[in-house]
């Protein structure tokens, strides 16, 4: 049976994974984002989730022993951004930048890019692309934004926004895929593992009403 290391800290990553019968192995890439980007000088929303979420995958990779894992392990890298009018908005990190994300982003439409990046740890072979949802934003008060920065979730998530929290009331509709606002797309995923040769449902390692079980 194959199985799956996540390489990202995202609990939402997470969290759908498991509820889709997958229980991966998590290990967390610790890279310098915005480096990253700087050094490959990109731009566009697509491709610096793409790029990020290779980077991740790779440092994975290359951090562990692949012979401590069996033959059918395949490793997943994710990264996420927003874009609004060209502008690709990461984790803000800091209050400042993400009260200044939000008075772009309040009443205004964007778009959600989640790169994935799967790599084969026994043959090396990898495939990555990314998922693109239109996100629609309530336009929300000075207050409601003061309050939704108290709470520091939007610090930690790219374009200071998750659906599935405190963010989730602020999120007026979206179009696409709704997993990928959450930073992974089943949909994609499934044709990635296609492209390598492994079929979706042989991945099920966990009923999805069991949780982990570990």
């Not at 967390?28 to 480096?35: C, N, P, T």
């Not at 990109?42 to 012979?67: C, N, P, W, Y």
Request: aromatic share 6%.
């Amino acid at each position: 049976m194959p199985s799956l290391i996540l390489a990202s800290a995202s609990p939402s990553r997470l969290s759908t994974l498991r509820s889709a019968g997958i229980d991966p192995t998590v290990i967390v890439s610790d890279i310098d984002e915005e480096a990253v980007v700087d050094r490959y000088q990109v731009t566009a929303g697509d491709q610096v989730s793409l790029l990020l979420a290779r980077v991740k995958a790779e440092a994975v990779a290359d951090a562990i022993d692949s012979s401590d894992y069996a033959a059918d392990t395949y490793l997943l890298g994710c990264d996420s951004v927003l874009d609004i009018d060209g502008v690709s908005y990461g984790k803000p990190l800091t209050r400042e930048r993400a009260r200044e994300q939000w008075m772009v982003m309040r009443g205004r439409s964007a778009t959600l890019f989640s790169g994935h990046w799967l790599i084969n740890m026994s043959t090396g072979a990898s495939v990555g692309a990314s998922s693109a949802t239109t996100i629609h934003l309530a336009d929300i008060a000075d207050d409601e934004v003061e309050a939704y920065l108290e709470t520091d979730e939007p610090l930690h998530v790219a374009g200071a926004l998750t659906i599935d929290g405190f963010g989730g009331a602020y999120v007026s509709g979206i179009e696409g895929d709704h997993h990928g606002v959450i930073g992974l797309s089943l949909p994609l995923l499934r044709q990635l593992f296609g492209r390598l040769g492994v079929r979706w449902h042989t991945l099920w390692n966990v009923r999805p009403d069991q949780g982990s079980g570990r």
